[in-house]
T-cell receptor
């Protein structure tokens, strides 16, 4: 149980285009979903936290207009990287959690490369 | 400032040997501490989770300890295997204002050699 999927697993896009990444909790309802990015040999950096049906809370320094997060249901959250630039190339990981159990389950990640 | 520090930064051991990874934290108020294993290019997978009242938790060859007084945790890997090669991340949660905040350590990169 507690499986989280991400789609796509990797994507290459041209600079200036937008890319959408999906995060799904397959066998449980996630009240909260988290989006992280990870650069090579570094730990995960939290970008934003989203609760179903409400606006996402972004970490300091993360542009909310560039990284659009939608948590439309208890099993699906999406991250859209708008007007992507090469510096947005990174490994994006989502996790899903349930309150008050405080556990979070990570997806397998999405490798984004912007050319 | 809430911080989680892990040591060593990287570690190379021979297959079959044991090793211990360290995690020191200054997170307050403390809720729980988790150890994750992250294979290259994959998302983290939970190994153990411990609350304030727990001082040891095992998961197969992985044993985590927690000393809430000194704010230290360790992850001991017994009889290492090649598949143990990965990054191990310590994550400490704080609970405040009705929500959890997760503080990530920088990880320890473990390489197991045949």
């Amino acid at each position: 149980g507690a499986v989280v999927s991400q789609h796509p697993s990797w994507v290459i896009c041209k600079s200036g285009t937008s890319v959408k990444i999906e995060c799904r909790s397959l066998d449980f309802q996630a009240t909260t979903m988290f989006w992280y990015r990870q650069f090579p040999k570094q730990s995960l950096m939290l970008m934003a936290t989203s609760n179903e049906g409400s606006k996402a809370t972004y970490e300091q320094g993360v542009e909310k207009d560039k990284f659009l997060i939608n948590h439309a249901s208890l099993t699906l959250s999406t991250l859209t990287v708008t007007s992507a630039h090469p510096e947005d190339s990174s490994f994006y990981i989502c996790s899903a959690g349930t309150v008050p159990r405080y556990e979070q389950y990570f997806g397998p990640g999405t490798r984004l490369t912007v050319t | 400032k809430n911080q989680v520090e892990q040591s060593p930064q990287s570690l190379i051991i021979l297959e079959g040997k044991n090793c211990t990874l360290q995690c020191n934290y200054t997170v307050s108020p403390f809720s729980n501490l988790r150890w994750y294993k992250q294979d290259t290019g994959r998302g983290p997978v939970s190994l153990t989770i411990m609350t304030f009242s727990e001082n040891t938790k095992s998961n197969g060859r992985y044993t985590a300890t927690l000393d809430a007084d000194t704010k230290q945790s360790s992850l001991h890997i017994t009889a290492s295997q090649l598949s143990d090669s990965a990054s191990y991340i310590c994550v400490v949660s704080e609970w405040g204002s009705g929500t959890y905040k997760y503080i990530f350590g920088t990880g320890t990169r473990l390489k197991v050699l045949a």
